[in-house]
């Protein structure tokens, strides 16, 4: 669910007197529903996932082609363009920064809800599937939590942070 089809739910024309009627229908077979609504969500994480490596990937080219064409004319630039190739490359690196953390807060609230449905399917219950242990491991009950290892995210993040101090290492020595 993107973040407007949530806006759109939480909108309503009613007014706070009147009864407001359920905003989804209750299905006819809530287990199919849980596991429709988990598996639409696992979907979504994994697209986080590929969209925070894409991202990544495409700061840091930014970045590159910005710095590489501030090097190539360092010589004819005028002082202020000089602070503009400067930090350009440093803002785009930054604003990369920010948006993953985006990302990672909105995957986070995804896999909350994910660990709670994966709680309401007793995925974690032992001997609710499997004789005397539990369908997950016992670690996967903190996924979703500030313990849980997420590493795609905190990988983009020191990637993004490696690229913007060596392109600012780069233009700082051309520049200054």
Known sequence: MSPADVAALASSPFTED????????????PLA???AVHTQLSREMHDF??????LTLATIGAMAVT???AVNHAGVLTRPARYVA?????VIGVFGLYV???????FRDIA???RNLDEALGLHTPGAYLPGRSL?????????TSRWDEPTFRVSAVSLSFAILVIGTILGAVFL
């Open 18 to 29: 009147e009864p407001k009627p359920p905003l989804v229908a209750a299905p006819a077979q």
């Open 33 to 35: 529903a849980v596991i």
């Open 49 to 54: 996932r590929r969209l925070c490596a894409s």
């Open 67 to 69: 710095c590489l064409w």
């Open 86 to 90: 400067m930090f350009l490359p440093i």
């Open 100 to 106: 993953t953390r985006m990302l990672h807060d909105y």
């Open 112 to 114: 909350r809800v994910i």
């Open 136 to 144: 997950y491991p016992e670690h996967w009950k903190t996924f979703g």
